[in-house]
């Protein structure tokens, strides 16, 4: 079975500060998807960034940077010098790359970001 | 492209009542889910359509709930006998099969069960 860990369950940080959310998966799955989602307070979910097991390579879109590792199946997000805006609920998400490939989520990381 | 939407986006309902939700995904995408978020979780897959077939259930899908995608185009999520605990967030995703994989999700339809 798959399992997403989100240890974090609130962070607070003051503006322009870098901050980590952490993701740890399970899967007995060789080839998978990760996924992180924000969720703002209006709700819906917006899709940031996919990941496949095959590619280990870091990532870095404008200010978000991902952390892939295979070897500890962690999966880390940090936004560097945060904005208020980045003020969200963050979902990390693990799917399974062939049949239905339904989504397996975090618990989620309640993110402040304090002006 | 106008993205995934949901009808209604709030329903409050008496215990026992019947209920049923609409997802319109976005066009082209042949896949649609349908998952249920309560407070302080992430959401938790329901069922999956591929096209007009359902090819999954969750086992979190019990006998009240039902869903179809006529046409493979629009679904409707039923949920019949409402119970206080099916209070939820009712969240639609819709994507493509093949190289494009996100899942793009609507603004959920929040259930409230009095």
């Known amino acids: 079975a798959q399992k997403v860990t989100q240890a974090q369950t609130e962070i607070s940080v003051v503006e322009k500060e870098d901050v980590t959310l952490d993701c740890v998966y399970e899967?007995?799955?060789?080839?998978?998807?990760l996924f992180w989602y924000k969720q703002p307070p209006s709700g819906e979910l917006v899709f940031l960034i996919r990941?496949?097991?095959?590619?280990?390579q870091n990532e870095i879109s404008g200010r978000y940077s991902w952390n892939f590792q295979k070897s500890t199946s962690s999966f880390n997000f940090t936004i560097t010098a945060s904005q208020v805006v980045d003020s969200a609920v963050y979902f990390c998400?693990?799917?399974?790359?062939?049949?239905?490939?339904?989504?397996?989520f975090g618990t989620g990381t309640r993110l402040t970001i304090i002006p | 492209d106008t993205g995934v939407s949901q009808d209604p986006r709030h329903k409050i309902t008496k215990r026992g009542q019947n209920v049923t939700f609409r997802c319109d995904p976005i066009?082209?995408?042949?896949?649609l889910y349908w998952y249920r978020q309560t407070l302080g979780q992430g959401p938790e897959f329901l069922t999956y359509?591929?096209?007009?077939?359902?090819?999954?259930k969750s086992r979190l899908l019990s006998d009240r709930f039902s869903a179809e995608r006529p046409k493979g185009s629009f679904s409707t999520l039923e949920i019949q006998r409402t119970e206080q605990g099916d209070s939820a967030m009712y969240l639609c995703?819709?994507?493509?099969?093949?190289?494009?994989?996100?899942?793009?999700f609507g603004p959920g339809t929040r259930l409230t069960v009095t």
């Open positions: 990941r496949n097991s095959f590619d280990e």
């Open positions: 359509f591929q096209n007009e077939a359902q090819l999954e």
């Open positions: 066009s082209e995408h042949n896949r």
């Open positions: 899967t007995r799955d060789t080839t998978y998807y």
């Open positions: 998400a693990l799917s399974e790359a062939f049949g239905n490939e339904k989504l397996t």
């Open positions: 995703a819709s994507s493509a099969s093949g190289a494009t994989y996100e899942q793009y």
